[in-house]
């Protein structure tokens, strides 16, 4: 889990919604906290970079070189072996975070638990909440079925309040036709090459989505942005994404005023199966990649908080 402690958090009181005051009572949740060390630094930063110098946090020592800062030398070591050593730290910097929350038609269901729609946007004002808490800048796109919402990085409370008003906003469905919403809204590919000209490097990226439409240029996004951010990629999924009913049974799905009556055979199911296993796959690859973290959540299965299978049915 990539977003703080595990005690549990308040259920939202509908599987398909969630509101403004739900997602703003988040902040009052104990926050993933750092170090008290990492506590005490605010505008420069939580996070350590790779790069030694000057900076609060010790690192490691080597032999004196011509032109070292005295007031560096350390003399305990130095008392004991004889020979002058300097100390080496690490340097704190600011790392804005960055999230991406897919709030688009496909995120728009469960069979089970609560909507993906509401997971992710659930998520997403949580790491809100921790950002803040922690001093870094925050800012975020959300993917809704006809638009993109860009917030710039940002430590602004009036910001956030806005970020947590479009979460709650882009969970309800719009009342377009469905088959509209579907034409008309953006593709992940296109976001995210949106966001390679936009984040800087050394920001955390968090990605809250079904990646119902990953393909091959969504990848190659993601590669680039590996090797500029560090990539947090949350998979949202409902279990009957994975597999079809069994065959010989037909189940009957409502939604957008339309009905769809699922009855597969064998082969279908296993045509299904793999495309899902394919999608999995392609994001557990990219796992592989440096400063890459991977989660897959599943609606009635999940780390924000305890579900009731009563909530199902």
Known sequence: MFLGEASPRPVPSARHLISVDELISLRFWPPARQNSRERMAIREGHHLSHIRGRGMEYDDVREYQPGDDIRHLDWRLMARTGEAHTKLYREERERPVFLLCDLRHSMQFATRGHFKSVLAAYASAMALWTTLANGDRVGG?????????????????????????????????????????????????????????????????????????????????????AQRCELKLVLISDPLEQQLPSSGKSYRFSGYGRELLISANQAQQLKYRGQFQQRLQLLQNLHNLRGVEFAHWKTDQHPLFQFNPQESN
């Open 141 to 225: 796109m959300l993917l809704s079925e006809q638009q993109e919402q860009l917030f710039k990085p940002s430590n602004s409370r009036q910001q956030l309040m806005q970020m947590v008003t479009a979460l709650s906003q882009g969970v309800q469905p719009s009342e377009q036709h469905h088959s509209e919403q579907h034409h008309s809204e953006p593709s992940l590919a296109q976001s995210l090459a949106r966001l390679e000209s936009i984040l800087s490097s050394g920001s955390i990226l968090y990605i809250f989505s079904d990646f119902h439409d990953v393909d091959s240029e969504t990848e190659l996004h993601l590669m680039r942005l």
